[in-house]
């Protein structure tokens, strides 16, 4: 909550000029995009930023305002020097015992850290490195338990929604399988903040409501893809509820879009089609037409999936149409991952329960060439979706390649989703040991296992 001392920034607000929040917020999105940053940036954090709640940005903002604006210096922008935020925030302060606590990192802190983890080379000290291994040290905030008389406030929901992005970061890095259980006990934290009471301010009750089910989401997509289908269901299913309670028709579209893919990844392709149609029903309000082509292309991957190709001709049809629309400022942050690649990645995964493999392999090699190397989990993700179809095509030798390729990322992405997937691999090319290429990959492929 900003301090009755902030002071607002004026400079900051006359670079914005004629635009809203909301134009301002796009442009430093893009700005991000061109360095290979990424920023969470909103028309709140833009407002944050004017009244002065926020003294100086993390390392990961300031790259990208400098970049912005070439020959500028964080204090020709209107921000204090960092020092000098930092030796504010390093005194933390009284409160209950650690037990008591969950523990967040300031801005530059967590930006220091995020980047000390992209080369750490484990999601476990990763996970750690966030908080979300009980960590402590220097330049922590903490963040009171819930109890008798009191309830949450800003500071309790910034926290909620710092947990769900360092998540979604660590898992874009290196997949679910290291981080479900540490993401478990921030989600339990929130629940019982967000039943702690209602704070004074009905626009910080929904933020913690939209906040503690995008946390719901993220932590059932660590279960899904680390292969614990009941938890994730029973994570999609809180979130949808929260979402209804709320009447929050952004989380409520978010949680049928998991849904409808876990039910698929079930067998249960009906129920998928049925999620999927949901989900855009409770997104065709919200003003983002790339919500409704990733909604679109669930209910087509559902439709491949009962081996219906017509109907599933049909909605990849409308997920281009949808697509081509472009991003807006209406799109959910969640949706940071779904760009090109993911299109051609699902369209990929229709071709395949479709068995047209020759499409399968075509829009799982442009997912591929298409996918951003910073992603290592999706690129992964695709390469193993394009050495299965690969292998299915009969193209034996390029299939063992880019198993090999997803074999190289494997000490990095932990992901069951992903090994899975090679196992599939690894059995169809099994009888074709005699071709060379692909008995050095399930050498090398076995040769892990016994690691």
Not at 346 to 368: I, K, N, Y
Request: net charge positive; aromatic share 6%.
């Amino acid at each position: 909550m900003a301090s009755s001392r902030a002071v607002p920034n004026l400079a900051f607000r006359r670079l914005r000029g004629r635009r809203s929040p909301a134009e301002f917020a796009a442009a430093v999105r893009r700005s991000a995009r061109e360095i290979g940053e990424q920023v969470a940036c909103d028309a709140r954090y833009i407002g944050r930023v004017e009244s002065g709640e926020i003294r100086c940005p993390n390392y990961a903002y300031e790259r990208v305002f400098l970049h912005m604006f070439p020959g500028l210096t964080l204090a020709d922008l209107g921000f204090a020097a960092r020092e000098q935020v930092r030796g504010r925030a390093a005194r933390a302060p009284a409160g209950p015992p650690p037990a008591a606590q969950i523990t967040i990192r300031n801005d530059e802190e967590s930006d220091v850290l995020r980047r000390a983890f992209m080369t750490s080379g484990t999601a476990t000290v990763a996970a750690a490195s966030l908080g979300l291994g009980g960590l402590a040290g220097a330049g922590l905030g903490t963040i009171p338990a819930p109890r008798a008389g009191r309830t949450f406030g800003e500071t309790e929901v910034e926290a909620v929604e710092e947990a769900v992005r360092r998540i979604r970061l660590l898992d874009d890095r290196y997949g679910a399988d290291g981080l479900y259980r540490r993401a478990a006990e921030p989600l339990r934290m929130a629940y019982a903040l967000l039943d702690s009471g209602t704070p004074a301010r009905q626009s910080t009750a929904d933020r913690m409501q939209a906040g503690t089910g995008e946390l719901a989401l993220s932590v059932g997509w660590l279960a899904h893809d680390s292969g614990r289908l009941e938890d994730a269901r029973s994570h999609y299913a809180e979130a949808l509820a929260t979402a209804r309670v709320a009447g929050d028709q952004a989380l409520e579209a978010h949680a049928f879009s998991n849904t409808s893919f876990l039910a698929r990844d079930e067998g249960r392709f009906r129920e998928a089609v049925r999620a999927a149609q949901a989900g855009q029903h409770a997104a065709r309000q919200l003003s983002s037409a790339r919500l409704l082509a990733l909604l679109t292309l669930r209910e087509a991957c559902a439709w491949a999936g009962l081996g219906d190709r017509a109907a599933c001709e049909q909605a990849l049809g409308r997920a281009h149409a949808l697509f081509g629309r472009g991003p807006c400022d209406a799109d959910p942050e969640w949706m940071s991952f779904f760009g090109e690649p993911e299109l051609e990645a699902l369209e990929a995964q229709c071709w395949s329960a479709l068995g047209d493999w020759p499409r399968a392999v075509r829009h799982a090699r442009r997912a591929t060439a298409l996918q951003n190397p910073h992603f290592t989990r999706n690129l992964a993700l695709y390469r193993a979706q394009l050495a299965t179809d690969l292998a299915r095509s009969g193209a034996l030798e390029e299939s063992a390649a880019a198993g090999e390729r997803v074999l190289d990322l494997l000490g990095e992405v932990q992901s069951s989703r992903i090994r899975a997937m090679l196992v599939d691999t690894v059995r169809i090319l099994s009888p074709q040991r005699s071709t060379p290429a692909v008995a050095a990959f399930l050498d090398r492929r076995a040769a892990l296992d016994r690691v």
